[in-house]
């Protein structure tokens, strides 16, 4: 077989076929460079030697920037060539990813985040630049090892698996955090890339949200509503570690919006502390699953 002119001739077809503005324009691309990585990598003698064949990728690349132009240069050839790899070790080809998306992503190992990513892309309908965001925020790596494991044995996800740990809190002026309320108008001035943080389906509803208990008033740090968990969330922000009474604090903020804001039709609702330092022996000792301790980062 002339693998170079096997290569060559896909090169053109995918070229051909960009012109052609419909919805198969990803699924074609996506082809093409999985049967290019896979030619490369017979052309090199297989996958375990694949990283020492450069040089023949230097002498294609050499040859199709002579033939075709300077875009096929050895940068897009080793990308074919592991965007094939990571295909034959599991991630999915999802066609409503572009080439784009798929370039954003051969710089993970493991097949499992890319997977993660993959879907979060064509849940949400991610942008490249979205999906860079979000690697960059290292959210897959930043859920619990109990979640990443329901995830790969395809276990339901609550919504205590989904938030990750710790949480990212903008912070582009470089504002002392001395106080809870410093820390609060932070979330505020960036509340949608808080939400996104916390994970899917999350939307706000207020801030210092007032409850009124035995005629005295409380004031819910952030009340959220979840709509793919349809439940109400309530966080509480603190500077100081974890303990016990943080979480008998939230668990009465949470019974009151239980019996006074929750629809019959509504899951119970959930509290999320976000603290300077998490506490596992507190959080371990809770009897209460519906209530999660997070650490926060401020960035």
């Keep these: 077989m002339n693998y170079y002119e096997e290569i060559k001739d896909k090169l053109i077809d995918v070229e051909i076929q960009n012109k052609v503005k419909d919805y198969s324009k990803n699924k074609y691309t996506l082809e093409k460079y999985y049967e290019i990585g896979k030619l490369l990598i ?18 294609y690349s050499d040859r199709l920037i002579n033939e075709l132009g300077e875009k096929y240069n050895t940068t897009l050839l080793k990308r074919t060539r592991n965007f094939y790899m990571i295909i034959e070790k599991g991630a999915q080809v999802a066609h409503q990813l572009s080439w784009s998306h798929y370039v954003e992503l051969l710089s993970l190992k493991d097949i499992n985040a890319i997977n993660y990513y993959i879907n ?18 290292k959210e897959y790596e930043r859920l619990p090892d109990s979640t990443k494991n329901k995830i790969v044995t ?15 809190i ?16 932070l979330i505020l001035e960036d509340i949608p890339s808080f939400l996104k943080q916390l994970g899917n389906g999350f939307t706000f509803i207020d801030n210092e949200y ?12 952030l009340l959220l509503f979840n709509i793919d968990f349809n439940c109400y969330v309530v966080i509480e922000l603190k500077l100081n570690k ?12 949470m019974n009151y919006i239980d019996n006074n804001l929750k629809k019959i039709n509504h899951n119970k609702t959930v509290g ?9 022996f507190v959080a371990e000792y809770c009897s209460n699953y519906n209530i999660l301790s997070r650490e ?4």
């Design 170 to 185: 903008n912070n582009p002026n470089n504002i002392d955090v001395i106080k809870e309320k410093v820390l609060e108008q």
């Design 42 to 59: 017979e052309a090199q003698g297989g996958e375990k030697r694949a990283k020492y064949g450069d040089g023949l990728i230097k002498e």
């Design 242 to 253: 974890l303990n016990k009474d943080n979480i008998g604090q939230i668990l009465c903020y």
């Design 120 to 137: 979060k892309c064509n849940t949400n309908s991610l942008s490249r630049n979205k999906l860079r965001e979000l690697i960059k925020s």
């Design 296 to 299: 926060y980062v401020i960035c």
């Design 154 to 168: 395809k276990e339901n996800i609550n919504i205590t698996d989904i938030v990750p740990n710790p949480i990212i």
């Design 210 to 221: 007032p409850i009124s208990i035995d005629g005295i008033y409380n004031y819910i740090d």
């Design 272 to 280: 999320i502390i976000l603290t300077k330092k998490d506490n596992h």
